[in-house]
């Protein structure tokens, strides 16, 4: 089977449902508050009574040009709303209010970086607004289906991605691209547990040397990341087997089972959905005036993409460390702030992580619980940096009194417990003396070539002065010696 999966690229594109953050729901002033007792969020807009109109909550456009800009899309200056037509028993009006032919934003992109810093561009079709269904619950009840409404009008953003994703890697790490955007541009959580990240998985194979794309299969509701690669990589398979033993793959819609590790058949799907779109005669059209465009763009924050590109090609990070700082908005905003009073960006990316990642993550806590400031961590830099203080100290005794005494500055700290280092000549001299004397037959042994006990006589003086000299000095200070005696 080896050989015959080689033959083979598969072809991926993603449908990523993102619920919108917004305080109320798309087309109605009811309350879009996740986890609230079933039904408590809804009114008659939502429920679609008969005289109801809908209105549109600017915030969603604000939300959807966002992050078209976010995505290097064009964005739609006329946009209308459509009806799309089906029946399920958590959509009370029988119908979606949707975009279909003139989404928000088209043509985008997003960059994908595996861990070698390789970089590989994901096309985007469509970004659309649409609001989103209720919730059947088919475990609450022994004998009947529960239907809850809260979510029935939240508002969505579908994301649709070429086919251009070619594993289940790529797929993973476009995910968690997009999941970062939206997270720093603070219009979806992306907590996909909640539901408030969704993902469809359309999957096909083809031979390598084939142009045309293989029969897809659509796999529904992917609601984590490890289920999106397990599901990839399944259908991929099964796939395969299919052609290898003269069968064929049959156009359908499936969902994953995480408990077997298999998708199985919800319903055929040998034609494209009809869903009767059609324009919604409720809603005005909306008009995105190159003003309103360039509003949103100045409250654009950094983006992990452009902050990733400056602390490589700027600042000199490697790939990693820029990947872990830009991971999430709040890391890297900490870490923009420890930038702005030290100079010294490498060791400001190491103390950010290791030392801080390391305290957040033993604790469970994020940065904004983290007791220590980005003044005080600069202001620890440069004091190792102007040699006041050695890199033993700092972290194995100024920093924990940092965490604990959270009014005090490092310099205070170490100005009390007299932990400044010294370059006194006379003193370090004294110590270096007794250094040397302590071990008198590696004198002899130094001076017949053993120049690694240079380290040997520099620990001896660092040891006797609890650490407080000055390293280089120390070096210097103990070379003339034994070269001198």
Same mark, same amino acid.
């Given at each position: 089977?080896?050989?015959?999966?080689?033959?083979? !690229?598969?072809?991926?594109?993603?449908?990523?449902?993102?619920?919108?953050?917004?305080?109320?729901?798309?087309? /109605?002033?009811?309350?879009?508050?996740?986890?609230?007792?079933?039904?408590?969020? +809804?009114?008659?807009?939502?429920?679609?009574?008969?005289?109801?109109?809908?209105?549109?909550?600017?915030?969603?456009?604000?939300?959807?040009?966002?992050?078209?800009?976010?995505?290097?899309? =064009?964005?739609?200056?006329?946009?209308?709303?459509?009806?799309?037509?089906?029946?399920?028993?958590?959509?009370? %009006?029988?119908?979606?209010?949707? !975009?279909?032919?003139?989404?928000? &934003?088209?043509? @985008?992109?997003?960059? *994908?970086?595996? %861990?070698?810093?390789?970089?590989?561009?994901?096309?985007?079709?469509? +970004?659309?607004?649409?609001?989103?269904?209720?919730?059947?619950?088919?475990?609450?009840?022994?004998?009947? /289906? $529960?239907?809850?409404?809260?979510?029935?009008?939240?508002?969505?953003?579908?994301?649709?991605?070429?086919?251009?994703?070619?594993?289940?890697?790529?797929?993973?790490?476009?995910?968690?691209?997009?999941?970062? $955007?939206?997270?720093?541009?603070?219009? &979806?959580?992306?907590?996909?547990?909640?539901?408030?990240?969704? &993902?469809?998985?359309?999957?096909?194979?083809?031979?390598?040397?084939?142009?045309?794309?293989?029969?897809?299969?659509?796999?529904?509701?992917?609601?984590?990341?490890?289920?999106?690669?397990?599901?990839?990589?399944? =259908?991929?398979?099964?796939?395969?087997?299919?052609?290898? /033993?003269?069968?064929?793959?049959?156009?359908?819609?499936?969902?994953?089972?995480?408990?077997?590790?298999?998708?199985?058949?919800?319903?055929?799907?040998?034609?494209?959905?009809?869903?009767?779109?059609?324009?919604?005669? #409720?809603?005005?059209?909306?008009?995105?005036?190159?003003?309103?465009?360039?509003?949103? !763009?100045?409250?654009?924050?950094?983006?992990?993409?452009?902050?990733?590109?400056?602390?490589?090609?700027?600042?000199?990070?490697?790939?990693? #460390?820029?990947?872990? +700082?830009?991971?999430?908005?709040?890391?890297?905003?900490?870490?923009?702030? $420890?930038?702005?009073?030290?100079?010294?960006?490498? /060791?400001?990316?190491?103390?950010?992580?290791?030392?801080?990642?390391?305290?957040?993550?033993?604790?469970?806590?994020? *940065?904004?619980?983290?007791?220590?400031?980005?003044?005080?961590?600069?202001?620890?830099?440069?004091?190792?940096?102007?040699?006041?203080?050695?890199?033993?100290?700092?972290?194995?005794?100024?920093?924990?009194?940092? $965490?604990?005494?959270?009014?005090?500055?490092?310099?205070?700290?170490?100005?009390?417990?007299?932990?400044?280092?010294?370059?006194?000549? @006379?003193?370090?001299?004294?110590?270096?003396?007794?250094? *040397?004397?302590?071990?008198?037959?590696?004198?002899?042994?130094? %001076?017949?070539?053993?120049?690694?006990?240079?380290?040997?006589?520099?620990? =001896?003086?660092?040891?006797?002065?609890?650490?407080?000299?000055?390293?280089?000095?120390?070096?210097?200070?103990?070379?003339?010696?034994?070269?001198?005696?």
């Amino acid at each position: 089977m080896e050989n015959s999966i080689d033959k083979y !690229q598969p072809v991926i594109g993603l449908e990523i449902h993102a619920q919108l953050s917004t305080k109320s729901k798309a087309f /109605s002033s009811d309350s879009a508050e996740y986890g609230e007792l079933p039904n408590s969020h +809804i009114s008659a807009i939502t429920l679609a009574h008969p005289g109801t109109l809908p209105r549109l909550n600017k915030e969603v456009v604000n939300f959807a040009i966002k992050l078209g800009l976010a995505t290097h899309s =064009e964005i739609n200056k006329y946009n209308i709303f459509a009806r799309k037509n089906y029946f399920y028993p958590d959509l009370p %009006k029988g119908y979606q209010i949707s !975009q279909h032919t003139g989404p928000v &934003c088209s043509n @985008g992109s997003v960059t *994908i970086k595996n %861990k070698s810093g390789v970089k590989k561009q994901i096309g985007l079709i469509r +970004i659309h607004i649409e609001e989103d269904a209720g919730k059947s619950m088919h475990d609450q009840d022994p004998e009947d /289906s $529960l239907v809850d409404l809260n979510r029935a009008g939240v508002p969505l953003l579908e994301i649709v991605t070429k086919p251009e994703i070619y594993s289940s890697e790529e797929a993973h790490l476009f995910l968690s691209e997009m999941r970062k $955007l939206l997270r720093y541009l603070e219009i &979806c959580d992306g907590n996909m547990e909640e539901g408030s990240m969704r &993902c469809d998985a359309n999957i096909s194979i083809k031979k390598k040397e084939d142009e045309k794309l293989g029969t897809r299969t659509e796999v529904k509701n992917l609601n984590s990341f490890k289920n999106i690669r397990s599901a990839i990589e399944y =259908e991929i398979q099964r796939q395969i087997e299919l052609i290898e /033993s003269g069968n064929r793959v049959k156009q359908e819609t499936r969902r994953f089972d995480a408990h077997s590790g298999k998708t199985f058949v919800l319903r055929s799907k040998e034609q494209a959905d009809d869903y009767r779109y059609f324009p919604e005669p #409720d809603l005005s059209p909306v008009v995105i005036s190159a003003e309103w465009i360039e509003q949103i !763009q100045r409250q654009m924050p950094g983006l992990p993409e452009e902050l990733y590109e400056k602390y490589v090609n700027q600042f000199g990070l490697s790939h990693y #460390d820029a990947v872990v +700082i830009t991971e999430t908005k709040e890391i890297a905003l900490y870490f923009e702030e $420890l930038v702005m009073h030290t100079s010294n960006y490498k /060791s400001a990316a190491n103390w950010v992580t290791v030392t801080v990642k390391s305290y957040l993550n033993e604790l469970g806590i994020g *940065i904004h619980e983290y007791p220590v400031s980005p003044v005080k961590i600069a202001e620890l830099i440069n004091m190792i940096d102007n040699q006041l203080i050695s890199n033993h100290i700092a972290e194995k005794q100024i920093y924990p009194l940092m $965490l604990t005494h959270k009014e005090k500055m490092p310099g205070d700290i170490a100005k009390e417990m007299n932990l400044l280092q010294t370059n006194d000549t @006379g003193l370090l001299n004294e110590l270096v003396e007794k250094a *040397i004397e302590k071990y008198p037959e590696k004198i002899l042994e130094y %001076k017949n070539g053993k120049k690694g006990l240079l380290g040997l006589f520099v620990g =001896e003086v660092m040891k006797l002065s609890k650490g407080k000299a000055e390293p280089k000095a120390v070096n210097r200070l103990v070379l003339e010696k034994l070269e001198g005696n």
